[in-house]
């Protein structure tokens, strides 16, 4: 599966953006997805994961009840809803998948940045 990643741009503390996500090869509805960031001169970190069907998703504590992850299965796209964004979620955004019961996540899209200023 290839990713394509889109969205990012630069807004103002307290505001909004959507990522998405595209997939394009095998069935995306076979892959669980993720959203990981790399904020600058740090380690990547998770961010957000949503299983095959949608039913389920999963958070950092850092973006609990601020971000929301989506999937339209249809159009092969995940998205990122952000809101109330701080200053510390500056960061580059990823999109990963990973098959079923496999724990590692094998295919990564390119990255989009965000950058919130204060």
């Known amino acids: 599966v290839q990713l394509q990643a889109s969205g990012g741009g630069l807004v103002q503390a307290g505001g909004s953006l959507r990522l998405s996500c595209a997939a394009t090869?095998?069935?995306?509805?076979?892959?669980?997805m993720a959203w990981f960031r790399q904020p600058p001169g740090k380690e990547r970190e998770f961010v957000a994961h949503i299983m095959r069907s949608g039913a389920s998703t999963y958070y950092a504590d850092s973006v609990k009840g601020r971000f929301t992850i989506s999937r339209d299965n249809a159009k092969n796209i995940v998205y990122l809803q952000m809101d109330s964004l701080k200053p510390d979620d500056t960061a580059v955004y990823y999109c990963?998948?990973?098959?079923?019961?496999?724990?590692?996540?094998?295919?990564w899209g390119q990255g989009t940045q965000v950058t919130v200023s204060s």
């Open positions: 990963a998948a990973r098959e079923v019961g496999v724990t590692n996540y094998a295919y």
């Open positions: 090869g095998r069935t995306f509805s076979s892959y669980g």
